[in-house]
């Protein structure tokens, strides 16, 4: 497979199949036709249960808390009935790694299944942006009309229309996000007051609105051809047994009108036309390819026209297009299974480790220890953190073992959700029994489960 995607030849009018960014950088901005089949019904189903999920997790309430809610301001995260806070940032290394390595293993699979059927780009500007542009500018052969006429009041009202109804989906859209990160409660009392009320979060509405108007009104495929660092490590993702959406060359060449060559393709260009990303898939895989099967569905409805079997343009491997046979089960797929299934064990290892509270002794400031007629006395707190969604009670327990005495005010205490607490004690010895610095341990205790808070008594001899 050619890792560049081709470079077409520049011309003032956007040439079908030259891509949407041609050699000097400039964008041709698709308009791609309206198509139906198996894929397009298939992928409108899962874009409807992605957005419907999507919006829905900030409603339901697992545990008392929304499913997905990212407490950024009070550093409190809780994901599907699991609490979390700002101690638990490390296991992010597991979850985005996971994440990660999983959209590299289902590119080797299954090609980039990603891009065409559930990256948030593409599911919301094919679910959302593009029926509005469609229901006000009309199928593509009429935008493309309007636009070649001259600027009248018709083409007027229906670019305002279009990108006030494109502000509104923004909005929208944004305003779920943030309901993410401060509740629903929140979000509404916040749209029924005014801005000045809480500038920060308009402030950041007003940005995250703009961002997602900027993208989907004008940005659009340019951000998965110029920006999104998958699309340029397809290349290396991708193998002649991954499954992608080609051509078949060898059925389809040598192209041309009905009944004039031997080749399937009639070269009516329907492939190229309804593409998002503005390419010819008879060129072979490319970097814009963004596998959304919107070329399969329409050369399969030119083929049942004309009388011949479908997939001409399909679903299948590289080397199933040459005719050979797919081998699904090979050494880079064992090897991504291995280093899977290891990333899982240690990741449960990791969140099974996990305690539902913190205990640690902390030094308080000043000298590290006095004496008071021949006693030593250090200084230390106690900082309890309950990370639990419900009220925790804590037994605190000093550990004799060190033969130091602790002076601790309060040893049973009870914390909110997600609540922490400073306990202030003293550890103290006669200094005629000092020979070196001596660790001791608390006990915190919080149900059935215990955890061993560490210190370091320190002091001088006489």
């Known amino acids: 497979?050619?890792?560049?995607?081709?470079?077409?030849?520049?011309?003032?009018?956007?040439?079908?199949?030259?891509?949407?960014?041609?050699?000097?950088?400039?964008?041709?901005?698709?308009?791609?036709?309206?198509?139906?089949?198996?894929?397009?019904?298939?992928?409108?189903?899962?874009?409807?249960?992605?957005?419907?999920?999507?919006?829905?997790?900030?409603?339901?309430?697992?545990?008392?808390?929304?499913?997905?809610f990212l407490d950024v301001d009070r550093r409190q995260f809780f994901l599907f009935g699991m609490t979390f806070n700002a101690q638990d940032v490390w296991l992010l290394f597991f979850a985005l790694t996971g994440v990660g390595f999983l959209l590299v293993y289902a590119t080797?699979?299954?090609?980039?299944?990603?891009?065409?059927?559930?990256?948030?780009?593409?599911?919301?500007?094919?679910?959302?942006?593009?029926?509005?542009?469609?229901?006000?500018?009309?199928?593509?052969?009429?935008?493309?009309?309007?636009?070649?006429?001259?600027?009248?009041f018709d083409s007027v009202w229906r670019a305002v229309v279009t990108h006030v109804a494109y502000v509104i989906a923004a909005a929208?859209?944004?305003?779920?996000?943030?309901?993410?990160?401060?509740?629903?409660?929140?979000?509404?009392?916040?749209?029924?007051?005014?801005?000045?009320?809480?500038?920060?979060?308009?402030?950041?509405?007003?940005?995250?609105?703009?961002?997602?108007?900027?993208?989907?009104?004008?940005?659009?495929?340019?951000?998965?051809?110029?920006v999104c660092p998958y699309g340029r490590l397809q290349s290396v993702l991708v193998d002649d047994d991954s499954l992608v959406v080609g051509y078949d060359t060898g059925r389809g060449e040598p192209r041309g009108k009905a009944g004039a060559t031997k080749g399937d393709c009639v070269d009516c260009k329907r492939c190229v036309v309804v593409c998002p990303t503005g390419i010819d898939i008879r060129e072979g895989l490319q970097l814009d390819c963004i596998a959304c099967t919107a070329c399969i569905d329409a050369c399969d409805a030119i083929m049942v026209k004309l009388g011949r079997p479908t997939g001409l343009v399909r679903y299948d491997s590289l080397r199933g297009l040459r005719g050979e046979k797919r081998k699904i089960l090979r050494p880079r797929l064992f090897v991504y299974t291995v280093l899977l299934l290891v990333g899982a064990l240690v990741a449960t290892f990791a969140f099974g480790h996990r305690t539902s509270f913190e205990a640690n002794v902390v030094r308080l400031?000043?000298?590290?220890?006095?004496?008071?007629?021949?006693?030593?006395?250090?200084?230390?707190?106690?900082?309890?953190?309950?990370?639990?969604?419900?009220p925790e009670a804590f037994t605190i327990e000093p550990d004799s073992s060190?033969?130091?005495?602790?002076?601790?005010?309060?040893?049973?205490?009870?914390?909110?959700?997600?609540?922490?607490?400073?306990?202030?004690?003293?550890?103290?010895?006669?200094?005629?029994?000092f020979t070196a610095d001596r660790p001791f341990l608390l006990r915190v205790r919080v149900g059935n489960e215990t955890h061993e808070a560490r210190g370091v008594f320190l002091g001088a001899r006489q």
């Not at 916040?190 to 000045?196: I, L, N, Q, T």
């Not at 400031?365 to 309890?384: I, K, Q, S, V």
């Not at 909110?416 to 003293?426: G, H, Q, S, T």
């Open 1 to 68: 497979m050619n890792p560049t995607r081709r470079l077409p030849v520049i011309s003032e009018t956007a040439t079908p199949g030259a891509g949407a960014i041609g050699r000097d950088g400039r964008r041709r901005a698709p308009y791609p036709a309206d198509v139906n089949g198996r894929f397009v019904l298939a992928r409108r189903v899962v874009y409807a249960a992605l957005i419907a999920i999507w919006v829905a997790l900030p409603w339901i309430p697992i545990g008392g808390h929304p499913a997905v």
């Open 172 to 226: 929208l859209v944004a305003h779920v996000f943030l309901a993410y990160f401060v509740s629903l409660p929140r979000v509404f009392a916040m749209v029924r007051s005014a801005p000045r009320a809480h500038p920060e979060a308009f402030a950041w509405m007003i940005a995250v609105t703009a961002l997602f108007y900027g993208n989907f009104a004008f940005f659009r495929e340019q951000l998965c051809v110029l």
């Open 402 to 433: 060190a033969n130091v005495d602790f002076v601790v005010p309060i040893t049973n205490l009870e914390l909110a959700p997600l609540a922490d607490r400073r306990v202030p004690f003293f550890v103290t010895m006669p200094q005629s029994r």
């Open 108 to 152: 080797a699979l299954l090609g980039r299944v990603w891009c065409g059927w559930a990256c948030p780009q593409t599911v919301f500007l094919e679910a959302l942006f593009r029926p509005i542009e469609r229901l006000v500018n009309g199928p593509r052969a009429t935008a493309l009309r309007r636009k070649s006429l001259p600027t009248s």
């Open 365 to 390: 400031p000043g000298p590290p220890y006095t004496r008071d007629e021949g006693m030593l006395r250090n200084a230390f707190e106690l900082h309890l953190v309950n990370k639990s969604g419900k």
